[in-house]
């Protein structure tokens, strides 16, 4: 065989190689481009969820999958009404940066974030959504835990305390009582009945309690009021005591009060903290106010400059964002992340939960299995 022949061989062989998985194996050659999966899931509540702002027997977030090289990055965003956003509109949002979510590199995660939050004015369930998808994707790829990506020591996680919603006081009783494995309690008040739902959860505990007023409070001497009493009930901090554009009010409130005051609706994300100085103690930051994993660690590293409190919260969700939050938990000082503990039917588990002690997973990404 002369040298023209074997050249011929050689090229159709190659010429073979290239075209067998366009031809042979058409699955194949479409599994290794990216994809991105969106869909809205209805959580179904274990109790109805009251605050001074909905109250629900579900709530629906939108769920994403990114796919690339085999590897499945999961994120998911809970919509705040507060912010006028909803389930059906995140998902809208996602579809309409679609093609931007296939082209870009994933590697370069941080340019990204900062090219999609100029690309979505507001919505920031979907940004969350995205944004966890893509760090739970990278740290996949690595093969390590998301807490052990960012430096952090999982033994560092704090107490996460357990929520109760706004109820008839012999509801309350109940759900304080179903709460027995939690040492901390997180209180949801901001209404006329805030002394009957107090005393009701002080007729079955000791424990001690965190209260959340969601803006309800509009005058600043009923909030003091208010405060002072909860301060002789065991009280450690409240949240949101009058909304959030009340600032000066709230400022003259923590003047004449004697527990902290952190942040919740008044704190978006890290370029909202410097305005709440000497108005809140702290900030409670979510994922899904911030629009993700990224924005959450600026406000963080903002508010501990500033020798601010901090404490990692989070809506009613599933273990995927609620997971997320938690591998950041190590870097605050409160947590309230039972959003999943909440509802009835997780499609996953991730976090979970011992005496109040969040126990982040050790397998790669955020450490998420199916249910």
């Known amino acids: 065989m002369n040298r023209r022949d074997l050249l011929k061989i ?9 075209a067998l998985p366009f031809f042979e194996s058409p699955a194949a050659a479409v599994a290794d481009l990216p994809q991105v999966d969106i869909e809205v899931r209805r959580l179904k509540l274990r109790h109805t969820w009251t605050t001074t702002m909905s109250s629900s027997e579900f709530r629906d977030t939108v769920h994403l999958r990114y796919t690339r090289d085999g590897v499945t990055g999961f994120g998911e965003g809970a919509p705040i009404v507060r912010y006028h ?20 590199d994933p590697w370069r995660f941080s340019k990204n974030c900062s090219e999609l939050f100029h690309k979505l004015e507001g919505q920031f369930a979907a940004k969350a959504a995205i944004d966890i998808a893509w760090m739970d994707w990278i ?14 020591d999982s033994n560092d996680t704090p107490l996460t305390t357990f929520s109760i919603g706004i109820d008839t006081p012999e509801v ?31 007729s079955v505990t000791r424990k001690p309690l965190r209260v ?16 002072n009493w909860l301060e002789t009930q065991g009280v450690e901090f409240i949240e949101q005591p009058m909304p959030a554009a009340m600032l000066e009010e709230t ?47 600026r406000t963080i590293a903002v508010a501990r400059a500033l020798k601010m409190k901090t404490m990692l919260g989070c809506m009613v969700s ?42 982040l997973p050790d397998s790669p990404g955020l450490g998420l299995t199916p249910a």
Request: aromatic letters at 6%.
């Open 318 to 359: 599933s273990s995927v964002s609620v997971t997320a939050a938690a591998h950041l938990s190590p870097l605050v000082d409160y947590a309230d992340l039972d959003g999943n503990l909440l509802i009835a039917n997780d499609p996953f588990t991730g976090v979970k939960v011992e005496k109040g002690k969040l126990i």
């Open 139 to 152: 740290c996949k790829k690595l093969g390590v835990p998301l807490y052990r990506y960012l430096g952090l």
């Open 251 to 297: 400022r003259w409130v923590r003047e004449r009060v004697h527990i902290p005051i952190l942040a919740d609706e008044a704190c978006l994300n890290a370029a909202a903290v410097p305005n709440l100085v000497n108005a809140y103690d702290g900030v409670n930051i979510k994922l899904d106010k911030t629009g993700g994993i990224q924005e959450a660690l």
């Open 212 to 227: 959340d007023a969601n803006e309800g409070w509009r005058d600043k001497e009923e909030a003091v009021r208010k405060i």
């Open 10 to 18: 050689a090229g159709m062989a190659a010429g073979e190689a290239l």
């Open 85 to 104: 956003e909803n389930a059906a509109d995140s998902e809208k949002a996602v579809e309409s940066v679609r093609a931007f979510l296939l082209k870009v």
């Open 172 to 202: 309350t009783k109940q759900k304080t009582v179903e709460a027995e494995a939690f040492p901390i309690l997180k209180i949801k008040v901001g209404l006329t009945t805030d002394e009957p739902t107090i005393e009701a959860v002080r």
